[in-house]
């Protein structure tokens, strides 16, 4: 899993965007000016999430809960897919270039919870800091811990995210999974070819 330290952190986020764009860009054949510093840690195995917003409107969503792949890979083929083959959206288009923002998120090792019911489970989250993954035989979803400035309460967080995968908000069961994570993340502040401001 790849790891930042606190000296790399606002560099590998300008870094990560940049990448991320670049594909996105590459997909229409055009040029971007890709930040070239090259990170270690883009070499490592990583798992990321490439977010697209437009008028602080989620645009698309899609990323990897695992590191399974270098992190330079993980964030092209994300941002790619996020652009393009997020099942909620249309496909962006080339004039959607100029309004859509990027933020990264860079995922740290899931984590099992253990714990004896719902109510126990609810009262071990921390909202805003824990990404949390939903697991039930074939069902599964996740939010990343930003989806917790939409969804505050622990028990609607919890009752939208079974929604996700597809059961009932009221569903549990004891057979029921929870992993959780944490994510250090970027966000582009300011939309221009040459300039990459992070927030």
Request: some cysteine; hydrophobic content about 40%.
């Amino acid at each position: 899993m790849a790891q930042l330290s606190e000296s790399t952190t606002d560099s590998a986020g300008e870094v990560l965007i940049s990448i991320a764009r670049a594909a996105i860009f590459d997909a229409f054949g055009k040029p971007y000016d890709e930040t070239t510093k090259d990170f270690p840690l883009l070499h490592e195995k990583g798992a990321s999430f490439v977010t697209l917003t437009q008028n602080q409107q989620l645009r698309g969503c899609i990323g990897t809960l695992e590191a399974h792949r270098p992190l330079l890979i993980d964030v092209k083929a994300n941002a790619e897919a996020a652009a393009f083959r997020d099942p909620r959206f249309s496909p962006l288009t080339e004039a959607e270039l100029t309004h859509t923002k990027i933020e990264i998120s860079l995922l740290s090792a899931m984590q099992a919870m253990a714990f004896y019911d719902e109510h126990d489970a609810l009262a071990q989250l921390q909202p805003g800091i824990d990404g949390v993954v939903f697991e039930f035989g074939r069902y599964r979803s996740t939010f990343l811990p930003q989806v917790w400035e939409q969804l505050p309460d622990a028990d609607v967080f919890m009752a939208h995210l079974k929604h996700k995968a597809g059961l009932q908000p009221g569903f549990w069961d004891d057979e029921v999974k929870l992993y959780r994570y944490t994510v250090s993340k970027w966000k582009e502040k300011d939309i221009t070819k040459d300039v990459k401001v992070l927030k």
